[in-house]
């Protein structure tokens, strides 16, 4: 049976007298307290973040979310839900920045990071009404009165017992490695953070002329960044490869592979050939062959090092598919540059700094790399050292932020040796039951099967405190309580300190090697690290609320969860 409802039932009234009847009657409340003894389903609310509005996304989200727990309500389960705010992060920064009328970082710090902080704290709760309305609009149950958040104390005291767990089992360290990095923001950012950027650019690649020592004759090069040109150390060829010494139409003789001679060359002539072979040669031959660098600026650094520079290094990963077949090698901006690098023991040199501006050593000091390209281009073009400068068009990764172009730039930053449990997480991914279960195997699994190990770091100022204090000594410790931070430092008052710049930066800690005071390292921690800690840091594991965290996973969980990252990444 079925009651006919009105034609003239006005919809919205209605629904708010269900709110309201539920409201007043703590029906949500009385859900889980009348199935107190019964099996728990435990449901976890992965945070939105209270300074940006609400949108018909998260409509579907929040709805989806809420039918599980129902279902699992109704079927006996008792159901928490505690309902989280996420509330650390760069998109919180600069939001305060255009609140402030800030520019970057060293407004931020002139303006002072005390204020600053203060002003991200208010920030966060710009949209907390909106949400709550929303939320209950949409009929999503959650304990929106005490709820998780992830600036609290409490909250970043339980990351960092997960952080020092981590550090303890040597899967936390400080690397040198290129990373993707906003120039703007100053700080490297994550896989999945340059994923969300990526646009379709069209810019100017660079064929350079590299003179060869004691022939006339030049090595043809290409790259698609020619603002790292000023700090090229090497060039590269493919050692399995077949590479030619030709006689060109345009009267010069180059070094190239033999794959890639008509497409590169092929135009120089109208009729006829537009080149003769001369010589031929394997990748290998080449190896160690030297030639004149392009720019004088990096000489003099590369002496200074006591490194060999300027000659032919050998890698597979040099490709047929376009260019010239030869690579030229900046060890400071790219992964594989990196690595040809680290084997050939190259010189480092980054002649570009932190805000991505050309540094003063070269010609173009203070000029952002991308509008450095084309007056590297023409200066090589005056010198006749451009073979050509082929416009093309390809998808590059942007801020997904501020919009600003990253670059890939060698920067010290503290990584979460991902790799060294990738068998673990693989198989801990199997054990969970995805729908659908294409996501499960393919999209996350083939993520899983490609892991790199976790840039945790970020050079920023609202976030979750690295708890790593380093000594100039060299001497590093963690530490994993604000009890601990006490013990450490001699002061008892460390125990209240807020966990935030700049004042936990105050803190200092006697080296027991040296006897100096160690300090914070400067960074704050990615803020997806806040919502994967969410599971145990709500509670305030293991610090209170420990038999009902422990109440909800077997041993076995939380051990695994400690061993393999697995609690704080994607629980």
């Known amino acids: 049976m079925y009651k006919k409802v009105s034609a003239d039932m006005n919809f919205v009234e209605r629904e708010k007298e269900i709110e309201n009847f539920w409201r007043e009657n703590d029906i949500f409340g009385k859900s889980i307290r009348l199935r107190q003894g019964s099996p728990t389903y435990m449901f976890y609310d992965g945070p939105p973040t209270a300074n940006?509005?609400?949108?018909?996304?998260?409509?579907?989200?929040?709805?989806?979310?809420?039918?599980?727990?129902?279902?699992?309500t109704m079927k006996g389960y008792q159901v928490p839900r505690k309902a989280g705010w996420d509330t650390h992060g760069l998109p919180v920064e600069l939001e305060v920045e255009k609140l402030l009328?800030?520019?970057?970082?060293?407004?931020?710090?002139?303006?002072?990071?005390?204020?600053?902080?203060?002003?991200?704290?208010?920030?966060?709760?710009?949209?907390?009404?909106?949400?709550?309305?929303?939320?209950?609009?949409?009929?999503?149950?959650?304990?929106?009165?005490?709820?998780?958040?992830?600036?609290?104390?409490?909250?970043?005291?339980?990351?960092?017992?997960a952080l020092k767990q981590i550090w303890d089992k040597k899967l936390l360290y400080k690397g040198f490695k290129i990373v993707p990095y906003c120039p703007r923001c100053g700080t490297p950012l994550s896989s999945h953070e340059v994923?969300?950027?990526?646009?379709?650019?069209?810019?100017?690649?660079?064929?350079?002329?590299?003179?060869?020592?004691?022939?006339?004759?030049?090595?043809?090069?290409?790259t698609t960044t020619p603002w790292?040109?000023?700090?090229?150390?090497?060039?590269?060829?493919?050692?399995?490869?077949?590479?030619?010494?030709?006689?060109?139409?345009?009267?010069?003789?180059y070094y190239m592979a033999e794959q890639l001679l008509d497409t590169v060359l092929g135009g120089l002539a109208e009729e006829g050939s537009a080149y003769e072979v001369l010589e031929t040669y394997k990748g290998t031959d080449l190896e160690g062959r030297e030639y004149e660098p392009l720019f004088d600026c990096a000489v003099e650094i590369c002496e200074k090092q006591h490194k060999k520079a300027y000659y032919i290094v050998c890698d597979t990963y040099v490709t047929m598919t376009d260019g010239t077949g030869i690579v030229h090698i900046?060890?400071?901006?790219?992964?594989?540059?990196?690595?040809?690098?680290?084997?050939?023991?190259?010189?480092?040199?980054?002649?570009?700094?932190g805000k991505g501006e050309m540094t003063e050593e070269t010609a173009y000091a203070g000029v952002f790399v991308k509008d450095a390209d084309p007056l590297i281009l023409k200066d090589l073009d005056a010198k006749g050292l451009l073979f050509s400068a082929p416009k093309f068009e390809h998808d590059y990764p942007f801020c997904w932020r501020c919009d600003t172009p990253l670059i890939y730039y060698a920067r010290e930053s503290w990584f979460i040796r991902m790799t060294e449990v990738k068998a673990d997480l693989i198989r801990n991914n199997n054990t969970i039951n995805w729908i659908p279960e294409s996501i499960g195997k393919g999209r996350f699994g083939d993520w899983l099967e490609n892991i790199q190990d976790w840039g945790i770091s970020r050079n920023r100022y609202w976030g979750t405190p690295l708890n790593v204090w380093e000594c100039e000594c060299g001497h590093l410790e963690s530490v994993g309580s604000r009890a601990e931070l006490a013990e450490k430092s001699?002061?008892?008052?460390?125990?209240?300190?807020?966990?935030?710049?700049?004042?936990?930066?105050?803190?200092?800690?006697?080296?027991?090697?040296?006897?100096?005071?160690?300090?914070?390292?400067?960074?704050?921690?990615?803020?997806?690290?806040?919502?994967?800690?969410?599971?145990?840091a709500q509670h305030h594991y293991p610090f209170e609320n420990k038999e009902l965290f422990e109440a909800q996973f077997p041993a076995q969980f939380i051990s695994e969860a400690v061993d393999q990252t697995r609690g704080w990444f994607y629980s």
Not at 233 to 253: I, R
Not at 336 to 341: E, K
Not at 493 to 509: F, K, M, N, Q, S
Request: aromatic residues 14%.
């Open 490 to 536: 001699g002061d008892p008052e460390a125990a209240g300190v807020e966990l935030h710049r700049p004042y936990i930066d105050e803190v200092t800690i006697p080296c027991p090697k040296c006897g100096k005071r160690m300090h914070r390292v400067p960074e704050v921690i990615d803020c997806w690290f806040d919502s994967g800690a969410m599971p145990f």
């Open 330 to 353: 900046a060890p400071a901006f790219g992964e594989d540059d990196a690595q040809v690098g680290r084997r050939y023991d190259l010189p480092f040199v980054q002649l570009v700094d």
């Open 228 to 253: 790292t040109l000023p700090s090229n150390v090497a060039l590269c060829v493919n050692p399995e490869e077949t590479y030619c010494k030709v006689k060109a139409a345009d009267g010069y003789t």
């Open 195 to 222: 994923a969300q950027g990526y646009k379709a650019v069209k810019e100017r690649s660079a064929v350079a002329r590299f003179k060869v020592v004691g022939e006339d004759s030049y090595f043809l090069a290409w």
């Open 101 to 161: 009328d800030l520019d970057g970082k060293e407004q931020i710090e002139e303006y002072g990071l005390d204020p600053f902080i203060s002003k991200c704290k208010e920030s966060v709760w710009k949209y907390k009404g909106m949400w709550e309305e929303f939320s209950d609009a949409v009929g999503f149950w959650a304990d929106m009165e005490d709820p998780y958040v992830t600036y609290d104390d409490n909250f970043i005291e339980s990351e960092w017992w």
């Open 52 to 72: 940006g509005k609400p949108h018909i996304g998260h409509v579907l989200t929040r709805v989806i979310k809420d039918m599980i727990p129902r279902y699992r």
